[in-house]
């Protein structure tokens, strides 16, 4: 049964970066496409980058486009996110999540909350 924990959040300056782990276990998570999401307080869970399974394809959100950017690693089991030019509107719980559907995975605007696995969440909160 796969799993996923989240892990590198933490509090930072506007302009500043963070680096977010999924970490995945499980025999069959590297089958698994695996997306990043953020709820921000009081707002809808949105989209905001993926890795296919084989982790030659990826997407972003119109709003992190040239700022993070998503790999993963299959000898470590892990999907990162790397979030560069940090600002307010960044400020939000982050969490990974796979589905063996990409269609799922990159579902927008609205994300897909039936996804197969979420993780718990970490909290990135972007100060100036």
């Known amino acids: 049964q796969v799993?996923?924990?989240?892990?590198g959040g933490g509090s930072v300056e506007t302009g500043g970066s963070l680096s977010l782990s999924c970490a995945g276990s499980g025999s069959t998570f590297s089958d698994y496409n695996v997306g990043w999401y953020r709820q921000a307080?009081?707002?809808?869970?949105?989209?905001?980058?993926?890795v296919n399974?084989?982790?030659?394809?990826?997407?972003?959100?119109?709003?992190?486009?040239?700022?993070?950017?998503i790999w993963r690693s299959t000898a470590k089991n892990t999907v990162y996110l790397q979030m560069n030019s940090?600002?307010?509107?960044?400020?939000a719980v982050?969490?990974?999540?796979?589905?063996?559907?990409?269609?799922r995975i990159v579902a927008r605007?609205?994300?897909?909350?039936?996804?197969e696995v979420w993780g718990q969440g970490?909290?990135?909160t972007v100060s100036s």
């Not at 982050?94 to 269609?103: I, Q, S, T």
């Not at 605007?109 to 996804?115: R, S």
């Open 3 to 7: 799993q996923l924990v989240e892990s």
């Open 41 to 50: 307080q009081g707002k809808e869970r949105e989209f905001v980058a993926a």
């Open 53 to 69: 399974w084989n982790g030659y394809g990826t997407e972003y959100a119109d709003s992190v486009q040239g700022r993070f950017y």
């Open 86 to 91: 940090l600002n307010a509107e960044d400020t």
């Open 94 to 103: 982050y969490y990974c999540a796979g589905d063996l559907n990409w269609g």
């Open 109 to 115: 605007p609205k994300v897909y909350m039936g996804l």
């Open 122 to 124: 970490t909290q990135v």
